[in-house]
Every structure is written in C-alpha cells, then in structure tokens.
C-alpha cells in the first residue's frame, strides 16, 4: 500500500467499525529504523552482558523506539476521527 492510500484505508476500517492501527503501524514502523537498529544492539550486546549485570535492559532504546512509532501512528488515526477537525466528539 503506498503512503498516498492510507489515510483513506483507515478511514475506511473507522467507518466500519474496524481498528486501523495494525495496518497504520506497518506503515510507520520503517520510518523509525534508526531507533530499531538501536534497540537490536542493545539485546545483542544485552545477551553478552546478561551474566556480568542481571538488572540491566535495553528499556531506553526500546521506549525511544516505540515514541518514534505511535508519533508517527497516532496523528494519522486521530485525524481521521470525527470531532478531529469538527463535528460532535461523541
């Protein structure tokens, strides 16, 4: 699916009752490759490490990771909710 047809496939999924942000998330996901290249170091080294220090994780990258995606997620879902640009909210 080309970035030009997804706002109105999840326009389409709303208006059937159907949750869009699997579809949106595919998306998004390869925007944020930096963060994921990072997160994948962090467990790659975390497994070499994981004897020397048990309390350690790879929460930063992870969490930096996963605001890169809903940023980029959640505005395009929102957006095409009623109420987001007027109209009654509920």
């Keep these: 699916m080309s970035?030009?047809?997804?706002?109105?496939a999840t326009l389409s999924?709303?208006?059937?009752?159907?949750?869009?942000?699997?579809?949106?998330?595919?998306?998004c996901k390869p925007n944020c490759l930096h963060w994921e290249q990072k997160l994948k170091r962090c467990e790659a080294k975390l497994r070499e490490l994981v004897n020397a220090d048990p309390e350690m994780s790879c929460m930063y990258p992870l969490r930096d990771w996963v605001t890169c995606v809903e940023a980029c997620v959640q505005p395009q879902i929102i957006s095409q909710l009623v109420g987001a640009q007027k109209g009654r909210i509920w």
Excluded: A, T
């Excluded at 970035?3 to 109105?8: F, I, N």
């Design 13 to 27: 999924m709303i208006q059937q009752g159907q949750d869009p942000k699997e579809l949106v998330l595919q998306h």
């Design 3 to 8: 970035s030009g047809d997804l706002p109105s």
